[in-house]
């Protein structure tokens, strides 16, 4: 039996090893990946945070538009006033009036009886209350939409009670009663409902964006080398993903650490879930994101182009993952899309592990899908490495050798610069000086 690199299996495990020792090296010595795999993850949950600090509304100031003018439509708009979310200013008589107090910003919302609103309540018609909200916040308008809601609910169930009163039984005032209890979210904060996500997907779409960059860097030295990356380890493509993988997912241990547990101490977010179990969670979702971000490195050219690849997709992912709009409303497609999305499961499960205390066997389901996903995307990635960007590479070499400066003429043409510089240096498309000879140690 051979032993040594000369062992097929040996020889792999080193490929995999230098691989993940080269990628260590490019992920401390560049710049904008540095910004994207650390500083990134470091800034963009406190400034999330700080944005959305104030958590809940009070008493925000609306105006009444009154065209009834009976005492329900009255009765409504004093009770709305003595909720906590909702202070009724002054009643206007008029939409336009009440328009124009908006525009001037002496409200921040608008409610209208329309006539008949008495009279359809006693004659048991359905009526209408007309709320109109600014959305310059999204604070004001979720006050103001509970505030008419709980107000609502609470004149529902006195009028109930009121027509079931004439039957001869015996029905306590409080037969039908609304009542809001907060389980994990006892404040019934915005930040504290939405930014859990927010974490999550700022890490998975760090890790994309600098997987992407690297790649992007990688193919530039291409275009100035005659289709080679001086810098590459020659390995197969199993051990050129996993090594990378591998370096990916080491980088981001304390990034995940500070940001899912760190920064929500910093702002009081609910913090009820188990450390060990949140960080075994981690794991499958940080090489989902890894082998995906491998997989849509084929999409990034260059280093700029990853910003026009990618950036565009954290709204989509936000919407996917149903922190905006719930999941059971989707249509079937969207749902499909997003459980592809390693973000769409971590977030509901870390949310219920974090706000509602649920323990990792209770969110089985998702983790069990994330390691579905790491199959998913080490295979996608894969196919991709292999049947995309290495046939890239080869007819690179092959342009290259019929004429050296062919693909530095493409790439100027493709960006629209006229002129080519005479003489090209390695210093000038990031090959430091040392590292291109990268025999065995």
């Known amino acids: 039996m051979r032993v040594g690199r000369d062992n097929p299996v ?16 490019f992920s401390f010595h560049d710049e904008g990946v540095i910004i994207f795999f650390l500083i990134l993850c470091l800034v963009y949950p406190v400034l999330y945070a700080l944005i959305y600090n104030t958590e809940t509304a009070r ?43 908006l525009h001037q910003k002496q409200c921040y919302g608008i409610i209208h009886f329309d006539q008949g609103f008495g009279r359809h309540i006693h004659r048991g ?16 308008y979720k006050q103001i939409l509970v505030g008419v809601t709980n107000v609502q ?4 169930s006195r009028l109930l009670h009121q027509r079931l009163s004439v039957v001869p039984v015996n029905i306590s005032p409080g037969t039908i009663r609304n009542e809001q209890v907060a389980l994990g979210n006892t404040g019934m904060g915005l930040a504290s409902a939405i930014l859990p996500a927010i974490f999550i997907l700022v890490l998975q779409q760090s890790m994309l964006l600098g997987i992407c960059m690297l790649h992007g860097g990688s193919r530039e030295r291409r275009l100035h080398n005659q289709g080679v990356d001086p810098l590459e380890i020659p390995a197969g493509v199993a051990a050129s993903i996993l090594g990378k993988s591998l370096c990916y997912w ?30 075994v969670l981690a794991l499958p979702f ?32 936000v919407f996917l993952s149903g922190i905006s709009w719930p999941r059971a409303s989707m249509s079937p497609l969207w749902l499909i899309v997003g459980n592809f999305i390693p973000s769409t499961w971590a977030v509901n499960a870390y949310e ?90």
């Open 250 to 279: 080491m980088i981001y241990i304390i990034p995940t650490v500070y940001t899912l547990f760190v920064a929500p101490k910093f702002f009081d977010f609910p913090q009820v879930g188990d450390l060990r179990s949140i960080l």
């Open 153 to 156: 609910q609470e004149f529902n």
């Open 59 to 101: 008493d925000v100031t609306v105006v009444v538009v009154d065209d009834d003018r009976s005492a329900d439509s009255r009765a409504f708009a004093r009770a709305l006033d003595a909720t906590p979310e909702v202070c009724v200013v002054q009643y206007v008589p008029s939409i336009d009036d009440a328009r124009r107090c």
């Open 352 to 441: 219920q592990m974090q706000t509602n205390g649920a323990t990792l066997d209770q969110q089985s389901t998702a983790y069990f899908m994330l390691w579905v996903l790491v199959g998913v995307m080490f295979v996608l990635a894969y196919l991709v490495e292999r049947f995309l960007c290495r046939r890239r590479y080869r007819r690179m070499r092959h342009y290259a050798k019929r004429d050296p400066q062919a693909l530095v003429r493409e790439e100027y043409r493709r960006q629209a610069i006229d002129v080519i510089p005479d003489s090209l240096n390695q210093a000038d498309f990031g090959i430091p000086g040392g590292m291109i000879d990268d025999g065995d140690e």
């Open 125 to 140: 018609e359905q009526t209408h209350v007309e709320v109109y909200c600014d959305m310059g916040l999204m604070f004001r």
């Open 10 to 25: 040996v020889r792999w495990f080193y490929d995999l090893f230098k691989v993940w020792k080269r990628e260590i090296w």
């Open 286 to 317: 940080l090489l989902a994101s890894s082998f995906m971000g491998q997989a849509l490195k084929v999409f990034a050219n260059d280093r700029e182009s990853t910003f026009i690849a990618l950036v565009f997709t954290s709204l989509i992912f």
